[in-house]
Each structure stands twice: as C-alpha cells, then as structure tokens.
C-alpha cells in the first residue's frame, strides 16, 4: 500500500482521541497518554509506511505497548509515592448524550478499581471490554495468546464488578446533595457535612507530597466532618463550583481563584459514601476550569 507521510498524519490525527482514550485507561494520567501518543507518533515517523497494511491497528497496538511499558514502570513508582494515589480527573459533559472526549467512556469508579489490578489485566480489560479491540488484537499489543488475554480480561471483569459501587441516583437529587455539600464544605459548617454524610462514609486524599492532604483514608461521617471543618474553616478565599470528573459529579475547591481540591463523590440515598479527594497539582491537566477570573465570595457555587 502507498501512503503518503501527509497522508499518515491525517488519519493520526483522526485517531488521536481513541489514542489519547487508550493510553489514559491504562494510566489514568492525562499528561502520561499525552506523552505516550507523542512517542507513538514518533515511531510511526521512523516506520516504512507502506510496510503497513492497517494504520489503525498499527497505531492503537503500539499505543497500548508503550503505555503498557509505562504503565509497569509507574506502579514501581507509585509504590513511594506519598499518601493515597488517585487517578488524574478530567472534566467531562454533565449530559452522556454530549460526551466526546477520550474521557467520557472511563468512569471514576472503574478508574479507581483499575489501579488494583495487575498491568495485564488492566490491559486486556480496557483494550476489550472499554475499546473493542478482538483478542486477536489484544493479544498482539499485549504478546500474549488471545486465550490467555480472555482469561485476563475475565478475572478483570469480575474484579470491577465485584468491587464498583452500584448506586441509582435520582439526576436532580444528586446535584442537590453536592451543591450542599460544597457549601457545608467551603464554610466548615460541620453540622450541615454531617447531614450529608453516610454514616461509614469513606475520604481518600491525594496530596502526593505536593499538598497537604491526609496520608490514610479518614473512615466515618463524624471524623471526616471534623476534618473538613478543621481545613476549611476560617480559610478566607476559598469558592467552590460543582462540575462533572469522569462522568461522576464532583467540586472544584478555588483559592485566590485556582483549583486547590477535585473531591469527586458518590451518593447512595441522598447521602454521601464515598469522597475522593485529589489535591496534587500535578494532576489538574484534564480541568477545564483551573482557574476562575470573576470574583466569587466565599462558598459561592455555579
């Protein structure tokens, strides 16, 4: 097949989201997918064009090989890493009907249970069941026999479902709960979190040793209430807006008008049972809204 070089940058370039989607379900690391698609481009520079018969293919394979290789060398990394690690939030549309962004089809909740599996196993996971890739293909990226990549994405499947919360929320009564929330929250109201929170509700906290965040999950309405009130009250400057990370409702914190908090929640009759905290600022590239211009007052939501 005879393919021009102007030709390969078009169809990389019609491919770029898919790419940027594989590599952000292996890594849940906007700036690492960005990287790895960069690398796969580089390759395909140094390839013989004509030498390949499905660009495609060609490209979401190499895609998933050099986040795979990635991906192994950041689980060793992450093992030092400071505090509890949290996938990198991207800001997603509030209506299904409107997502088109490589996030849109990586949920928070499948984020967060995929930084429990194995690197394989995550691998075969989102090249099959998230990307529709045959096993044929996974098994190309991966080295593996398509038999061995069903097992791994098998065991994967059974993971997740066994592990990702499976709550109905009314749309309306959801953005109620995280409105009032991102009050209570900004303004340290400690007897309006309490409302809000299940009573065995669960705060993870990314700082990464970047920001001051918790180093262990904090457990139960009253403690994660208390801590809070403690680190909001008092603080002048801070706003909040709700928005929507990886499909799941979530409030951006603002002091002095950036993004200091991502708390991504999930509510399960009205009350709040998980928050997952992500204060690291190396993990803000996939907000929309870092930073606000208009001035806001203290606790205001938009």
């Known amino acids: 097949m005879c393919r ?48 390949i018969e499905d660009l495609t293919g060609w490209l979401v394979t190499t895609t ?33 009907a409107d997502s088109v962004g490589f996030a849109d089809s990586m949920s928070w909740a499948m984020l967060v249970v995929l930084e429990t599996l194995a690197p394989a196993e995550r691998a075969a996971f989102v090249l099959h ?45 959801h953005r109620a709960t995280v409105n009032a929330f991102a009050r209570a929250a900004v303004s340290g109201d400690l007897s309006g979190l309490l409302r809000l929170l299940a009573p065995d509700a669960v705060l993870t906290a990314d700082g990464g040793g970047v920001a001051v965040a918790a180093r262990r999950p904090i457990i139960g309405a009253e403690r994660i209430a208390s801590f809070l009130a403690m680190t909001t009250s ?52 996939g907000l929309r809204h870092r930073q606000i211009t208009s001035k806001t007052t203290e606790g205001d939501t938009t």
């Open 4 to 51: 021009s070089t102007d030709e390969a940058a078009v169809a990389f370039e019609a491919l770029r989201p898919r790419l940027l989607g594989v590599a952000y379900g292996l890594l849940s690391s906007v700036a690492e997918a960005e990287d790895v698609v960069q690398e796969a481009w580089i390759r395909l520079q140094r390839t013989q064009l004509d030498a």
């Open 64 to 96: 998933s090989r050099i986040a795979l290789d990635v991906l192994r060398s950041a689980r060793a990394r992450r093992e030092t890493y400071v505090g509890p690690w949290l996938p990198e939030p991207v800001e997603t549309s509030p209506d299904p």
């Open 129 to 173: 069941d998230v990307f529709g890739l045959s096993f044929n293909e996974v098994g190309s990226a991966l080295g593996r026999n398509p038999a061995a990549c069903r097992k791994l994405a098998s065991r994967a499947r059974k993971h997740i479902e066994d592990r990702k919360p499976r709550f109905d929320v009314d749309p309306a009564e």
């Open 234 to 285: 008092g603080e002048k400057g801070l706003s909040t807006q709700t928005t929507v990370v990886n499909g799941t409702p979530a409030v951006l914190v603002y002091e002095a008008g950036k993004v200091i908090t991502v708390m991504s929640l999930y509510i399960h009759d009205g009350l709040i049972v998980t928050i997952d905290a992500v204060r690291n600022p190396n993990k803000f590239h």
